[in-house]
């Protein structure tokens, strides 16, 4: 795991220098540069050392020097796609570097060499006889990679601050980008916080033609449901719970593979549990790691405890206060490089922070909530179309506001949490339940919030599209599609990697394994969710391994008590001036009142809020 950078274009080679130094988290083991001043291409990579820790550094070239790579991520099929590249007489000149076999595969196959690949990555691959720059991101967006195209200049980062390190770059903020974050706390690609600064969405790759000075973007891949009816409908549970433990036990084994010790993140929930499990089934010892808290509604370290014990683990725990919790937030909101309102970015930071002092690699279960249909939102979606069919429009907002008088509680996803939400998103189109369920404001919300004028249709533009891009009418599979395709991409996957490498460590994600989801993505939906019981045909594949209360405990998630904080005055919603050009700051401020008097719960939007503003505050050359 790595940090990339680089640029095209006419600036001295102490701007690689800069762009290198302000990511040593993500690569601290080594720098890697190479510049050829004549056409002015600078290459930039930062190690994580973890396989091929001897022969494995970059940039990598080829054996003529004409194909050179800064590459971030894991192929975890590389030992077999180098048998079938030697076979086909390739060469290699490292002993088991999955950054030369992607090399070798782009002179196989060219760009479709990542149609080949199973992994987590983003690279860059400059090849000097076709005069190009050859850039992708993996599938799911695991790997962050960002580009900026302007008067001459191609640059492109990991981090939005490798970019900001150039000299010649200092964009303003978006206006769009701001009502998107506070549309859904968090900015789908292609978007940034910045003009001109975009992420390469994942399962695209792209073309920069150094004679032209034009990009090409291409889609190569996404996430399509497409359940296919079972053979054998009386054993079809069965064939499809011995498939996934094979599919995601291969997954598991394949991601333990490196040249340095790997530990499991274990909550104790199913999808930690499972991988926990299946770790356990190798040859060496597992180690896990959990952090729990003092206050029982956000605790989840019993549980993790117990699955350690069962999976034999050496489980490393490391228990907090909230409250020494809530006096680490300045020191995450001052690292991170954009703007990301997922308020369980803070555990998440303290997890990887205990796991960065014993490893450098964990396994962690996301993508299992978004394929296995896991979130509470699919089972309020059989009653969200009974709500739809049997109340009329105009009596669903006297319902809201009855709800809304509901005792405000900040305990961890509390009942009234739930209902408020649940209703918030009936009050619209089909196409908008899950934004308007997962985003801080609602969409009317929204507009009463910013000063410049909404277009919906604009500003839910990717969400309209994750929705209507699934070819199927059933909700659940329409609602899975849009969790994998934007919320996975955007929110959890950015979540784990800048909370993962800010720390140094590198999180893999068997969830995410190529073959398991191709086959997760064709068992029909009736399978995934059975009544109220989410992850069924998951849970029916554990079954023989994990014990029932651990398969069908209740989720808690991975909270903090946000809306606690603000309401005790712990966290300020005082807004600075630099948001007053975006939100009616009077607003904004008579929100953080009703919040306080706990007339209302205004968590999400007030937390947006102040990450926003804190990231904003900062000079352009410290947010580098």
Known sequence: MCGIGGFIG???PAVAEAMAAVMPHRGPDGIGLWIDPDQGIHLVHRRLSI??????????????????????GEIYNHTELRQRLIAAGHVFRTDHSDTEV???????????????????????????RRGQLFLSRDRFGEKPLYFHRRDGLFAFGSELRVLLAHPAIRPATSPLAVQKYFAHGYLPAPHTIYQGIEQ???GHSAIYDLAQKSLRVSRYWSLV???????????????YGEAIRELLGRSVRQRMV????????????????????????GSEPITSFNIGFEEKSFDESSYAREVAQLTGARHIVERLSLSQASHLLPELLDRLDEPLADASLLPCYLLFRHVGRHMKVALGGDGGDELFAGYDTFRALRWAKLYESVV?????????????????????????????????????????????????????ELGELMTQRIDLDEVYSEALSAWNACPQENLVDKTMQFYVNLYLQNDILTKVDRSSMMHSVECRAPFLDLDLVNYVRRIPSRFKLRGDRTKHILKVALEPLLPDHILNRPKKGFGVPIGKWFADGELSADSSSVLHSYLDCNHFAQLAKEHRQEAADHRAVL?????????LSRPTRMRT
């Open 200 to 202: 390469l969405p994942a």
């Open 607 to 615: 937390w947006a809020g102040l990450v926003l503003d804190r990231y």
């Open 10 to 12: 006419n600036h001295a």
């Open 102 to 128: 992607v090399i070798q595969g782009y002179k196989a196959w060219g760009p479709d060499v990542v149609e080949q690949l199973n992994g987590m990555w983003a690279f860059a691959i400059l090849d000097r």
């Open 392 to 444: 009329p429009r105009p009596l669903r907002r006297p319902i809201r506001l009855v709800a809304g008088m509901l005792p405000v509680s900040h305990r961890n996803m509390s009942l009234d949490f739930k209902i408020k939400r649940t209703l918030r998103g009936l009050d619209y189109n089909r196409n908008m339940w899950n934004a308007a369920w997962l985003g801080p404001l609602s969409p009317q």
């Open 51 to 72: 396989v091929d820790l001897g022969t494995g550094n970059q940039p990598m070239w080829d054996e003529t020097g004409e194909i050179g790579i800064v590459f971030n």
């Open 225 to 239: 449901i497409d359940p296919q009816e079972p053979a054998s409908p009386d054993r079809a549970e069965a064939q």
């Open 258 to 281: 490196a040249d340095v010790p790997v530990g499991i993140l274990l909550s104790g929930g199913v999808d930690s549990s499972a991988i926990a499990y299946f770790a356990s089934r």
